[in-house]
């Protein structure tokens, strides 16, 4: 498997997310080729503020692995992430991130601010915009569902 074949894994997380009424966010963690952890947006159906995709893959992942340093694995993860799925993402170990969309409003890993390139004790590489149309379509298909009322927005009312 490549970069491609995880970012359409973390695509198809995605999508079951938005399926659920989530924001369609999708995650994978992979170390040597395999993937060791998943994770979609779930905030709205747990009705918890961690619920977030990388949160979840690196949960299942740190699980899969026996332990909490991610050292040899990789993200791909379906928009930009947070501060605190960034903060997450430096506190694992994880060598390198790669991600879809951009996220101008909260995006952690260069949009507002890079979080990666602050003195903390591990720094991961990082690659914005792998597959960045289909990322940024499938938020954009999804808000705008919520916009014609064919989809309920993630805070449980029509838009």
């Known amino acids: 498997m490549n970069d491609a074949d995880f970012m359409r894994e973390a695509i198809t997380l995605a ?12 995650a994978v963690v992979v170390k040597n080729g395999e993937i060791v952890g998943r994770g979609r947006n779930r905030r709205e159906v747990s009705k918890n503020a961690l619920a977030h995709a990388e949160l979840e893959a690196v949960e299942e992942a740190c699980r899969t692995l026996g332990g909490w340093r991610l050292l040899e694995c990789e993200m791909f993860v379906t928009l930009e992430p ?5 903060g997450a993402i430096i506190n694992s170990r994880i060598r390198r991130l790669v991600f879809g969309a951009y996220d101008k409003k909260s995006g952690s890993c260069g949009s507002v601010v890079d979080l990666f390139s602050l003195p903390y004790n591990h720094s991961p590489q990082k ?18 569902d919520v916009r014609r009322g064919i989809k309920k927005a993630p805070d449980g009312r029509n838009k």
């Open 127 to 144: 690659e914005g915009g792998f597959m960045e149309n289909e990322c940024s379509e499938l938020l954009k298909s999804f808000f705008a």
């Open 82 to 86: 947070c501060p605190m799925c960034a």
């Open 15 to 26: 999508r079951l997310a938005a399926e659920d009424g989530e924001t369609p966010v999708g």
